[in-house]
């Protein structure tokens, strides 16, 4: 039996560790190791590079100097995997592509609207369902009071729709948000706004929530979202996507939270089973 091919993986730290799981028990062909994006994290993948088949950066435009030139001088791929936010930092700063056109990365991109948003740019990517999460072995049913979930990281919080959230949350003062991501408490935000910063526990903190709630300025195929609806939550997002509820607006989707709080209070709302 010939022995299984190596890949370093770096970028988004949370979604790379998922993919390095996922794949190492999906196949035996492949094992893939993730490292994170400090000085000591990127000197042990380039440690680990010396030996490695292939260079995975989760999230574009490239990976540092240092391991690219490594992927370079040894011939090994560099595959980017385009998550969404990456391609708008990308269009606001083009030189940084240069390195990507010009070493002839394999670009991939999990979200399909982005192929377009890419060739725009200059790169040709090709769509890929890549995934970073695990289905729900089960699903707990959705909490006894209507709780909704956000994320809002600093220093991107109004990016990720803040003024939105905030003020969906003044009309809805008996619902409690919850916030994850990275920063301390907004005094912008009003009382029944809770901002619980990093967590490790990302899977109850969806449990403990009846929906997700998601109006950025621009987005990929949304990790947190698949992981809500992999746990069976109901998920408010302004982006198409099967068994979610599509918004245009942020009175849109007041109005849509007011319906399904409104079904929960009558014992009407269940999990979202299809989404599962």
């Given at each position: 039996?010939?022995?299984?091919?190596?890949?370093?993986?770096?970028?988004?730290?949370?979604?790379?560790?998922?993919?390095?799981?996922?794949?190492?028990?999906?196949?035996?062909?492949?094992?893939?190791?993730?490292?994170?994006?400090?000085?000591?994290?990127?000197?042990?993948?380039?440690?680990?590079?010396?030996?490695?088949d292939a260079l995975i950066?989760?999230?574009?435009?490239?990976?540092?100097?240092?391991?690219?030139?490594?992927?370079?001088y040894r011939n090994i791929?560099?595959?980017?995997?385009?998550?969404?936010?990456?391609?708008?930092?990308?269009?606001?700063?083009?030189?940084?592509?240069?390195?990507?056109?010009?070493?002839?990365?394999?670009?991939?991109?999990?979200?399909?609207?982005?192929?377009?948003?890419?060739?725009?740019?200059?790169?040709?990517?090709?769509?890929?369902?890549?995934?970073?999460?695990?289905?729900?072995?089960?699903?707990?049913?959705?909490?006894?009071?209507?709780?909704?979930?956000?994320?809002?990281?600093?220093?991107?919080?109004?990016?990720?729709?803040?003024?939105?959230?905030?003020?969906?949350?003044?009309?809805?003062?008996?619902?409690?948000?919850?916030?994850?991501?990275?920063?301390?408490?907004?005094?912008?935000?009003?009382?029944?706004?809770?901002?619980?910063?990093?967590?490790?526990?990302?899977?109850?903190?969806?449990?403990?929530?009846?929906?997700?709630?998601?109006?950025?300025?621009?987005?990929?195929?949304?990790?947190?979202?698949?992981?809500?609806?992999?746990?069976?939550?109901?998920?408010?997002?302004?982006?198409?996507?099967?068994?979610?509820?599509?918004?245009?607006?942020?009175?849109?989707?007041?109005?849509?939270?007011?319906?399904?709080?409104?079904?929960?209070?009558?014992?009407?709302?269940?999990?979202?089973?299809?989404?599962?």
């Amino acid at each position: 039996m010939s022995k299984p091919r190596r890949a370093v993986i770096v970028g988004y730290e949370y979604y790379s560790k998922y993919v390095a799981k996922l794949m190492n028990e999906q196949t035996s062909n492949w094992r893939l190791r993730a490292f994170d994006g400090s000085p000591r994290g990127t000197l042990a993948a380039a440690w680990d590079l010396r030996r490695a088949d292939a260079l995975i950066s989760f999230g574009g435009p490239a990976p540092s100097i240092a391991l690219s030139e490594i992927a370079r001088y040894r011939n090994i791929p560099v595959i980017i995997i385009w998550a969404g936010s990456d391609v708008l930092t990308a269009a606001g700063d083009p030189s940084g592509l240069e390195i990507v056109k010009r070493r002839g990365f394999v670009n991939i991109t999990d979200g399909e609207w982005l192929v377009d948003e890419l060739r725009l740019l200059g790169i040709e990517a090709t769509y890929q369902p890549v995934t970073a999460v695990e289905p729900g072995k089960s699903t707990k049913p959705l909490p006894g009071s209507f709780r909704v979930l956000t994320y809002l990281p600093e220093p991107r919080r109004e990016f990720y729709g803040a003024s939105d959230v905030y003020a969906i949350a003044r009309s809805l003062p008996g619902v409690s948000f919850s916030v994850v991501g990275a920063g301390l408490r907004d005094p912008e935000a009003p009382p029944n706004v809770t901002f619980l910063g990093y967590v490790d526990d990302m899977s109850d903190q969806i449990d403990a929530s009846t929906v997700l709630l998601r109006l950025p300025q621009h987005d990929g195929k949304s990790m947190l979202v698949l992981e809500a609806l992999s746990r069976g939550r109901h998920v408010i997002w302004n982006h198409e996507f099967p068994h979610v509820r599509a918004v245009r607006s942020a009175d849109a989707a007041l109005s849509m939270l007011r319906d399904m709080q409104a079904a929960h209070a009558r014992g009407e709302l269940r999990t979202n089973d299809d989404g599962r």
